[in-house]
């Protein structure tokens, strides 16, 4: 909630589908922020905006996925786990420990779980 935008994030067949709604200046600034704060391993492979009326939206959430259409999502290759998620794997005090699929955004899903 740092830029104070309510909306939601969901993925479709074709990538994700994120709607906001704030002050104008603040959705800029949202949207300079995608590419330039992006996880490693996103791939921004396009970007399309459409000005939509306001809902009075509160709060923001990750949405249900949509089925539907052709797919177009690209399978991320794997890479190794990255160095955040060993710490959480071997630490007894973690809730992930001992967690064989543990993941994030900078390394990835495994292409086993896709």
Excluded: H
């Excluded at 200046?25 to 330039?36: G, I, K, M, T, W």
């Excluded at 306001?54 to 991320?76: H, M, N, R, Y």
């Excluded at 160095?83 to 495994?110: H, L, M, S, V």
């Amino acid at each position: 909630m740092r830029l104070r935008l309510a909306g939601f994030v969901a993925n479709d067949m074709q990538g994700a589908v994120v709607e906001v709604e704030g002050a104008e200046d603040q959705v800029s600034r949202f949207l300079e922020r995608l590419a330039a704060e992006a996880p490693p391993l996103s791939s921004i492979q396009g970007l399309a905006t459409t000005p939509l009326p306001p809902t009075g939206e509160v709060g923001f959430k990750i949405a249900d996925s949509w089925l539907g259409g052709e797919s177009q999502v690209l399978v991320s290759p794997d890479v190794a786990t990255c160095a955040e998620c060993i710490q959480e794997i071997f630490d007894p005090a973690n809730r992930r420990y001992g967690y064989p699929f543990t993941n994030c955004t900078g390394c990835g899903p495994r292409f086993t779980i896709v």
